[in-house]
């Protein structure tokens, strides 16, 4: 098409409208294993945007392919066409109507914040995918989705009052509830709306299409049904032989996949909050015969969840640095895991119910253990079970756990005869498939382990996926419980739903929508599922040489295909954790984890340079990148960014060159150790207002930063004083003083050693630049020739078992992560890593041995605040600094919810990136600092993060350390 026509097209647009290559290869993929390549990416600001794009589509009979999260795992957000993503302006929540218990909403509304929304006025959104803390309404109305509370709280078709939509001639309509006489009405329209409802009167209220619907579609007891379109649900009221419901068009919308009507907004019956006491049972299996077996007795309690996780799941959570810790409640190596959930107004009601579901598992005999959990143990369980659609990516290498057959849904009654057929077809083809989710509600999510990249594994991925249609068929069952048709299961619909009743649907389609624009090749009229697979099959694999060792993933290449597009990166800082601060800030999907995997994945693979990684594209997906590490531990695939942005620059730098300002920050270390032979002169030019003025225009920083002051102290002299005040030395240890400690934050490394040494300890000095600046900028061949030496001259320490402690999270656990790329000596590594500690770490450690006590800390009251650092979150954890300024018997300690600072390193400093760094502090931090009382002690162990800190909210905060050291008696 030619690009004068989206030119024109921009300039009719409130909203944006993105051509480029980048744009268009963000938004080639989803969560499934599709690409498509769209023309355009529309970001519409208003309704009359979107009738533009849909005049625009009717003329130019060009797709709009409606997203929002971009979760959808059966390819209903790839197309060829328009994606329209709605999920950066249509994202507000318009209308709560109490008394109804209704909330009117874009479609770009998060269905967690949603909730966050209406919690206090005691209500809720029920329905609850794995990924609700980012998907969003547009989308659950799409497809129709249900999640872990069906079984309570029903689906979402059944939650939706009403609908504000346009239709393909870009009228606008409103869908709700219609009695007879005003059906009629609607009939008698002379309009697009009208030419629907008399339509569906003709078709609907022929008996003979009734009676095939009803004898072919899905068995009605399954509540999870979402084949094709649900003309059988728009059966079901007093037009057409029901006496229960009046007819309301969204029941027909909900599940549609944006294939018939745009949505605007949505209006939600809600549910009272669940009740306030919970339990739940986590009954542990041999076998998945003996799992399955149970589900049917347990569902005849009144449960709130019944979910199953299988030993594939299980094990991809030992290796998620974020899912290894809510593993706690597994006992052994299961073959499967029922979480049965309970929910009371009272204990004595809830402990009723859970000796009577006890009971029921204990006369069945069938699980060997079988853990109660409560309070916030039953939301780390919650977790774990979510995070399976993510942990799956984690699997390395080519073979994957494959969604096609992931969405079958079967009267409950039959599950257990249907995954016992499923398994004899997965034998058959020599597969050991993936099972979880949803048992309760009678669907699994069951998945084979293939190689798409190979031919031989595409013939599979379409043979399984038939033969299991055809056995979901002779079980009644719903093929599409609630993930969508799509691509990957629409080719099926006819199979399903039979020839005569899948003509019906095709006609339905051309009466909404003649020219086929809304979202095309979904439902009807499908795309090939074996075709515009994410990855070229047979293809020559790419070789891609790397600085770094990427070999943890067989490579770079495969160390960005980890990504599976769940999105997780998406939520926003109102949700637990950190991922992804960029995207928090601009709310673009290039700056998210996802983005920034699918983007270098596109362009090492089809990329025709002799270096691949020289694209300007891939530097503008970077650039936003703070490098805080939360991907690499939040991310159920462990996608790390950090790493990946690290490799890019370096090869990007190395075709491009490296500018005057990256290196100033790189050598950054030098050139403070020069500056602090002379302090008081660095420091008088750094507040100069001319020529710390000129120094910043000079170095692209931002003017509205303050160079931090350099300073030359002689730490081994301030260790001789105190070791000489020691009455007896007790256990040895090292301290390591990093780069900033020894010139910048000097401060910290003398209260460091004042506070060990008062403690007892044998205290021994190790000066060491960690390299940390070289990682950051892209330096990699200085930040290798460093970590070698610094290997070399750890070793002693290392092979002595003396632990080292550090200051800076940033420059200690750089040991752990960054060193394990640069060094062959993995050996070596792994006891240094094993032997490092933040000071922190050190001290919990000692603490809880009972060597330091509470007797040497002050008595005082105080109120205390703590941020951590980015890497601490990601690589240790932030209770061992809760922990430590706990100690203190008066000190009131308190861990501020926020993600990062903003700061990052030299990323804060440089003057583009200012005004992102500042809204990141914004988002979280920034707000609770200003909140606490003055006399409110802020502890941060990161120096970016105390500078950030005093830059966001003129406070001063301190390390935990100092404030340690204040509280001392001793």
Do not use: W
């Amino acid at each position: 098409m030619e690009k004068s026509l989206f030119t024109t097209l921009t300039e009719q647009l409130e909203g944006e409208l993105q051509i480029d290559g980048l744009s268009r290869a963000l938004y080639a993929t989803d969560a499934s294993v599709y690409r498509k390549l769209p023309m355009a990416v529309a970001y519409p600001k208003t309704t009359k945007d979107i009738q533009v794009l849909i005049a625009f589509a009717n003329d130019h009979k060009v797709g709009l392919i409606p997203r929002t999260a971009g979760t959808s795992l059966a390819g209903q957000c790839v197309g060829d066409g328009i994606v329209v993503d709605v999920s950066k302006y249509f994202t507000k929540i318009v209308h709560l109507d109490q008394a109804k218990k209704q909330v009117r909403v874009q479609p770009g509304v998060v269905r967690d914040e949603l909730n966050l929304y209406l919690k206090p006025f005691g209500l809720f959104f029920g329905p609850n995918t794995s990924t609700s803390n980012r998907c969003m309404i547009g989308g659950m109305v799409g497809n129709n989705s249900s999640g872990t509370t069906s079984i309570q709280y029903g689906v979402t078709r059944d939650k939706v009052v009403a609908m504000q939509c346009l239709l393909a001639d870009g009228s606008e309509v409103s869908v709700s509830s219609l009695g007879k006489d005003e059906f009629l009405q609607k009939k008698q329209e002379k309009s697009k709306e009208g030419e629907i409802y008399t339509f569906l009167d003709t078709e609907l209220a022929n008996v003979e299409n009734q009676e095939r619907i009803r004898k072919e579609f899905p068995h009605p007891s399954i509540h999870r049904r979402n084949t094709g379109y649900a003309v059988d649900e728009l059966l079901n009221n007093n037009l057409f032989g029901s006496d229960t419901e009046d007819f309301n068009l969204s029941k027909l919308l909900s599940g549609s996949e944006g294939t018939l009507a745009f949505t605007t907004e949505v209006t939600l019956q809600l549910d009272d909050l669940p009740p306030p006491f919970a339990a739940m049972v986590a009954t542990h299996y041999h076998t998945l015969e003996d799992c399955l077996a149970d589900v049917a007795p347990v569902m005849q309690h009144s449960l709130h969840l019944c979910e199953m996780m299988d030993k594939v799941i299980l094990d991809c959570t030992k290796n998620n640095r974020a899912q290894l810790a809510n593993r706690f409640f597994v006992d052994g190596d299961p073959a499967g895991i029922l979480m049965l959930e309970v929910k009371a107004n009272s204990e004595k009601e809830l402990q009723q119910q859970l000796d009577a579901l006890l009971q029921t598992i204990e006369e069945s005999g069938l699980s060997y253990a079988s853990p109660v959990l409560k309070g916030d143990d039953i939301a780390k369980a919650i977790e774990l079970r979510k995070a399976g659609l993510g942990l799956l990516g984690n699997m390395v290498g080519d073979r994957k756990a494959v969604a096609c057959i992931e969405d079958t849904a079967v009267a409950l009654d039959d599950l257990k005869d249907f995954i016992g057929e499923f398994t004899d077809i997965m034998k058959g083809y020599g597969q050991e498939a993936v099972y979880y989710a949803h048992a309760g509600a009678g669907e699994l999510h069951l998945r084979p382990i293939l190689n798409l990249k190979k031919s031989e594994d595409v013939k599979l991925f379409r043979s399984i996926t038939t033969d299991v249609a055809q056995l979901t068929k002779k079980y009644k069952g719903s093929f599409s419980g609630e993930h969508g048709d799509g691509i990957v299961r629409a080719e099926f619909i006819p199979m399903m739903i039979g020839d005569e009743n899948y003509e019906l649907l095709k006609r339905l389609k051309s009466t909404f929508d003649p020219n086929n624009i809304f979202n095309p090749g979904k439902i009807v009229d499908a795309f090939p599922m074996d075709e515009s697979l994410r990855y070229e099959v047979n293809r020559d694999e790419p070789e891609v040489e790397t600085l770094m060792d990427f070999s943890d993933s067989e490579g770079i290449l495969k160390a960005a295909e980890k990504c599976n597009g769940s999105g997780d990166c998406r939520k926003s800082h109102e949700m637990k954790g950190g991922m992804c601060p960029s995207y928090h800030a601009t709310k673009n999907e290039k700056d998210t984890t996802r983005g920034r995997a699918n983007t270098l994945r596109e362009f090492l693979t089809h990329s025709n340079k002799p270096n691949r990684f020289d694209h300007q594209e891939l530097k503008e997906v970077f650039d936003l990148c703070l490098s805080c590490k939360a991907c690499a531990s939040e991310c159920p695939s462990n996608v790390d960014v950090a790493a990946l942005k690290a490799e890019f620059l370096y090869q990007y730098q190395e075709n491009n060159g490296y500018s005057f300002r990256s290196k100033l920050f790189a050598y950054n270390t030098k050139l403070t150790a020069l500056g602090s032979t002379f302090p008081a002169l660095t420091n008088a030019i750094y507040k100069s207002r001319v020529l710390g003025g000129l120094l910043k225009s000079v170095t692209g920083v931002a003017k509205e930063r303050s160079f931090p002051p350099v300073h030359k102290v002689n730490f081994n002299g301030h260790l001789d004083r105190f070791r000489k005040a020691q009455d007896k030395k007790g256990k040895k240890v090292v301290l390591y003083l990093d780069e900033f400690t020894r010139y910048l934050d000097v401060e910290v490394g003398q209260d460091a050693i004042e506070l060990l040494c008062k403690l007892g300890y044998d205290v021994q000095l190790h000066y060491a630049e960690s390299g940390r600046t070289y990682l950051s900028k892209g330096f990699l061949k200085q930040a290798k020739k460093l970590a070698a030496k610094n290997l070399e001259e750890l070793e002693p320490i290392v092979e002595e078992n003396i632990p080292m402690v550090g200051l800076e999270p940033s420059a200690i656990l750089s040991f752990r992560d960054e060193y394990k790329r640069l060094s062959p000596r993995k050996e070596l590594l792994e006891k240094l890593a094993s032997n490092s500690f933040l000071i922190e770490e050190f001290l919990a450690s000692e603490i809880e041995n009972g060597v330091v006590t509470a007797d040497s800390f002050t008595q005082d009251k105080k109120q205390v605040k703590i941020h951590s650092h980015c890497h601490q979150k990601a690589l240790s954890n932030q209770k061992v600094t809760f922990d430590i300024l706990n100690l203190p018997k008066n000190y009131e300690v308190t861990i501020i919810s926020s993600g990062c600072c903003g700061m990052a390193g030299s990323f804060g400093y440089e003057k583009e990136h200012y005004k992102t760094s500042m809204q990141v502090g914004e988002l979280k931090l920034f707000p609770s600092v200003r909140k606490s009382g003055k006399e409110t002690l802020i502890a941060a162990n990161g120096t970016s993060c105390r500078h950030q800190i005093k830059d966001g909210t003129d406070r001063d905060a301190e390390h935990p350390v100092s404030i340690l050291r204040k509280a001392l008696i001793v």
